[in-house]
């Protein structure tokens, strides 16, 4: 197995931790601007990480990508047996994939010093045939960064602070879960530590001004992170818990009442066609980008729901119910992604999600 990706890639370092934890043999391979035209013809587009499998097959998306390996891999499961237990996990990795970007790319590309060294770092890494001079290249991967990532994603002056606080509020909500176990879920890693661990790692953990408030606010998380990138599965003696901790109820009402109806806010204006829709949240008014991809994301929850156990539904939707999650679920009818109608995921869908990997 090949992995196509960077070592400053937000789901790259997602993708090997679960490699590493299920101990699947890979080979590592930067993603340069040669590889990336390969990429894009193989797949359709370029992006990160992208597998080559032996049998010459390519996968993309973290997600799709998990639950497939899951079921040629099952020893050392991540996904919890228990069925309430396996939705949370599913939900939260959701909610840290895609909630946690914005964050994560903010405090990358928005402090001059990150920005300064993280450019250098792709440049290093990714782009050396490219004959410009290093200068150069820097300066545009800053702008394009900025320009997409940032104020193209709804990071203003006026959002500024929320978007930070939102990292500061989940350094907290972890650390407390971690103060109690090793891993989010109980003695062994669950699919919800590969979620947190995506941001959390190559970004939160690595980009200078994050990483320095982490070691400070939230020592747990950042030891946490060590914990993760060396656990192997075979030499795990811990097991997932049953039961939902009551240390989650912070971070599960922040999915209900941020999370989930910021979905519904995106499928609801994907239905009118809106190339962007206002948001707002606890006071604060966002302009965001609507996003294909998290419609999908909204319609894979609800399918998680609606496969799970007719027994342990009632159950689930109390979980829910609870925590603010029930209604904004469901809130968005007649929707529909379009994206990956045909179940090709991971090996290839209509359209590549413009967030999300």
Known sequence: MRVYGSKISYFTGKLEAYLRYKEIPYEFVPM??????????????????????????????????????????????????????????????????????????????????????LSRRIVDELMGEIPLPGFAKRLVIRLRQ???????????????????????????????VLALRPFLLGGAPSL??????????????????????????????????????????????????????????PLLRQVG???????????????????????VTKGVQYRLPTSRYRVWCLEKLRAAFESSPESAQPEIRTLLERHAAWDPLWETEGIRSGYDEAGRAPFGAESIPVFGG
């Not at 519904?264 to 829709?277: H, L, Q, T, V």
């Open 192 to 249: 919800a530590d590969f979620g947190f661990f995506a941001s959390m790692f190559r970004h939160f953990g690595l980009d200078p001004t994050p990483a320095a408030i982490m070691m400070d606010r939230a020592p747990g998380v950042y030891a946490w992170l060590a914990r993760m990138w060396n656990a192997r599965g075979s030499a795990i003696a811990g097991a997932i818990e049953t039961g939902i901790p009551s240390e989650w109820t």
């Open 32 to 117: 340069s601007a040669l590889r990336q035209r390969e990429v894009r013809t193989r797949v359709g587009v370029m992006q990160m990480p992208v597998v080559e499998l032996p049998d010459g097959r390519w996968m993309t998306d973290t997600t799709p990508m998990i639950e497939w390996l899951e079921s040629e891999h099952p020893e050392a499961p991540v996904v919890p047996s228990d069925p309430i237990m396996a939705f949370a996990s599913r939900l939260l990795e959701d909610y840290a994939d895609e909630w946690l970007w914005r964050p994560a790319l903010h405090y990358r590309w928005s402090y001059p010093g990150d920005a300064a060294l």
């Open 146 to 176: 900025r320009r997409y990532y940032v104020r193209g994603d709804g990071v203003t002056s006026a959002t500024r602070a929320h978007v930070e606080e939102t990292y500061l509020r989940t350094l907290d909500r972890l650390e407390a």
């Open 257 to 279: 009442e941020v999370y989930l109806p910021y979905l519904a806010s995106n499928g609801a204006a994907w239905k009118r066609g809106r190339r962007e829709f206002d948001f």
